[in-house]
C-alpha cells in the first residue's frame, strides 16, 4: 500500500450525519496507519467531532461546505443545484488529484450523476456500473450492475464484466477471477439477447479472468461465480431478493429462538458458533458499493450505515485505491481495443 | 368441492418416477377423500407399486404408456415426438375433460409447449406463465413469471396480474390480493417501460386486486405484496437468488449447529422451534409450480421431488381445480375487455 492514502470524505451525507460518519472515520484511521481524510462538510459540527478522538485532527482536514443533496432530490436537480455540495466536494478532489477516493452516505441517484459528470467515464467504458459484495458458500463474490443501467446491451454487459473482474481482483485478491453472467439457464440458447452476446464475446476474450458461462439465481450464493454481471434491473433486483430472503430467515430464527426459556437457553449456546457462521450476513460489516468505469473511484455507503457500516465503506475504499483499480480496468480495456485492431488486421490482410 | 375430482399423474416424469410418484398419490388420496387418479404410465411397473398401498387401486385408473421425454429434450423436440409421452397424454386428460388436473414432474420446457400446444390460451391471455408460491415474512405469496417468457411488454405483465390474482386466491384464499410489480425503486418514474406501462394501467383497471404500485427485491421476503409480478427474465432470476440464499442460511445454520458438543446441545433445545419458524422453507412442503393462462390446469413438480414433494403439488392441483381458478381469470379479462370497449364507446360518442 502506499505511503499516505488521502479519503475525501462527504461527512454531511446520510441520515446520521455527521456523527457516525466521524466516527467511522476514527475508525477507519485506527485500522490503517497510512490514512488521511479530507472531509467535506460543517466545519462547526465537524471540529467538535473530531476533537472528542484523541489526535484524530492530525489526520483529518476539514473543507468547510453546508450545501448538501436531500435524499428526495432526483438526480437531474443534483447536477442542476448541487455542484457545491458536500457530496460533489468529496467527489471533485478525486477529480483533481488530492484524494485517491471519495465516500459518501449520501443520496444515490445523485451521487452516479454527479460522479458521471465529474469524473467522466473510462475510455473505453460507456456506462459505469454500481457493484457490490455479496456472501456465498465460499466467502464473498462481487456483482454488477445494481441499479445505474435500467436497460443494457452486450457491449455493456462485457465492459461490466471486465470492471467487475478488476473489483474482484482488488478486494477479493483474485487473479483470474471467475466470471459470470446471470441467467435463466445454463444453457447456451437461455436468455436475452445482451446475455447471449456479452456471453459469446466473453467465451474469447484474452483476458486474464475465467468465463465460466451462465449462472442462473441459485447459482449466487452457492459461490458458482467469483463476478456476476447482470444488466441493472435484474441486479438490483436480485440483490435485494437476497437481501430480503437472508433478513426473514434472520427474523425467523430470532423468532424461534425467543419460543420459550429451553430454546433461549439453546440460543445463549449457539450465539457464538451463529455469529461467526454468518458474520457475512452482516449489514454493516458488508457495506459499501463501488461506482466502476469512472475515472476516479467513488464510494456508496448505505445512507441509514453507523459508524462501523460506514467504517466498513472507507475499509472497501482504501483496498480499492490500493490497487490501482482504474488502472487496471483501462489496460484490460486496451488490451481488448488492441486485440480488436489485430483480429480486423488479421481480417483484412 | 365437487364431490369427486379427478387428477391426471403422469406417472413416469421426474428423477424418481414411478416409485414417488405412486408414493404421492397414496398420500393425496389418504388427504382427499374427493380425488380420483388417471395414472399415465408403464402397467407393469405401475401395478404393483399401487396394489401396495390398501385400496389405493379403487381410486387409480391406470393409462398404459411407456413413451417418456428425457430432461435433455428441447421444447421443440417434445413437440414433434412427444405426442404420446406419458405428460402429452396427462395433459390431453386435461383438455378432453377426464380430469380437472394434469401434474407432472418432468422437463419443464416440454411441459410448457405441450401444454400450450394441447390446451391453447385463454381468449384473451397472449402469453401463459409459471407460478409459484414463495415464502414471506406473513406466510406465503405467489410470484410470477417464473421463466415461461424471456421478454414480456406491458401488456403481458398486466395480464400476470390478473392470472396471479385468481392464482392467490385459489391457494392463498385472498379476495383482495395486493399486486406488486417487481421493480427496482417504488417511484412511478422508476424502471422500464413494460413495467412502467403496466403499472398505469393496473392503477386504473375495475377488478377486484388491489395494486398497491411498485415493489423492491426485499419487497418480495417481506410480504409487501401477494402477488408479485415480473417479466420471466427478472422472476425466474428473483425466485432462485432467493432459493439460494435460504439455502446457503440453512447451511450455514448447520456448520453453526455442528460446531461444538454444545452447539449440538443448543440445536436439541431449538430443533422444534427452528422447523416451526422456518416451515415455509421447506423445498418439499412448498413444491410446486402452475401453468397460468391456459384452457385448463396443470401443475409442475419438480424433478427431485420425493413422495412428499409430489403429493405437496398434488395439492397444490386440488386447490385449484376446486377453485375454478381458469373461469375467474377468464371472467376477469372479460371485464377488462368490456370495460375497454366501455370505455372506447364513451370516447367515440
Same mark, same amino acid.
Given at each position: 500500500m502506499a505511503d499516505v492514502l488521502t479519503i475525501a470524505v462527504d461527512a454531511m451525507g446520510g441520515d446520521r450525519a455527521p456523527d457516525v460518519i466521524v466516527e467511522g472515520v476514527a475508525m477507519a484511521r485506527a485500522r490503517f496507519s497510512c490514512a488521511r481524510f479530507l472531509l467535506f462538510g460543517d466545519e462547526a459540527r465537524l471540529a467538535p467531532l473530531i476533537a472528542a478522538h484523541e489526535g484524530l485532527g492530525e489526520v483529518c482536514e476539514i473543507r468547510h461546505g453546508t450545501e448538501s443533496i436531500s435524499s428526495a432530490e432526483r438526480p437531474s436537480q443534483a447536477l442542476r443545484h448541487g455542484q457545491n455540495s458536500t457530496m460533489a466536494l468529496a467527489i471533485k478532489a478525486v477529480k483533481n488529484g488530492e484524494a485517491a477516493v471519495a465516500v459518501s452516505a449520501g443520496n444515490t441517484g445523485a451521487m452516479m450523476a454527479l460522479a458521471k459528470f465529474i469524473l467522466r467515464t473510462l475510455p473505453g467504458i460507456d456506462r459505469p456500473a454500481l457493484a457490490s459484495r455479496v456472501p456465498t458458500a465460499h466467502g464473498e463474490s462481487v456483482m454488477l450492475d445494481l441499479g445505474a443501467n435500467v436497460e443494457c446491451d452486450e457491449n455493456n454487459l462485457f465492459q461490466f464484466a471486465i470492471m467487475g473482474a478488476a473489483f474482484a481482483r482488488a478486494i477479493l485478491g483474485l487473479e483470474r477471477p471467475r466470471i459470470g453472467l446471470l441467467n435463466i439457464?445454463? +444453457? +447456451?440458447?437461455?436468455?436475452n439477447e445482451a446475455v447471449k452476446g456479452a456471453g459469446q464475446n466473453l467465451s474469447k476474450t484474452p483476458l486474464p479472468l475465467e468465463f465460466i458461462g451462465f449462472i442462473e439465481g441459485d447459482g449466487i450464493a452457492a459461490g458458482d461465480a467469483d463476478v456476476i454481471v447482470a444488466d441493472g434491473f435484474t441486479g438490483n433486483v436480485a440483490i435485494k431478493t437476497a437481501e430480503g430472503m437472508a433478513r426473514l430467515m434472520h427474523d425467523l430464527l430470532g423468532r424461534a429462538f425467543a419460543t420459550s426459556l429451553l430454546t433461549r437457553f439453546g440460543y445463549a449456546l449457539t450465539r457464538r458458533a451463529l455469529k461467526t457462521e454468518l458474520r457475512l450476513f452482516d449489514a454493516e460489516g458488508q457495506n459499501g458499493a463501488v461506482f466502476l468505469g469512472l475515472n476516479g473511484l467513488v464510494v456508496k455507503s448505505h445512507g441509514g450505515a453507523d459508524g462501523r457500516g460506514f467504517f466498513a465503506a472507507m475499509e472497501l475504499a482504501m483496498e480499492m485505491a490500493a490497487d490501482d483499480l482504474c488502472g487496471t480496468i483501462s489496460a484490460n480495456i486496451e488490451k481488448i481495443a488492441d486485440a480488436g485492431k489485430d483480429a480486423a488486421q488479421a481480417a483484412a490482410s
Open positions: 439457464g445454463v +444453457e +447456451e440458447l437461455k436468455g
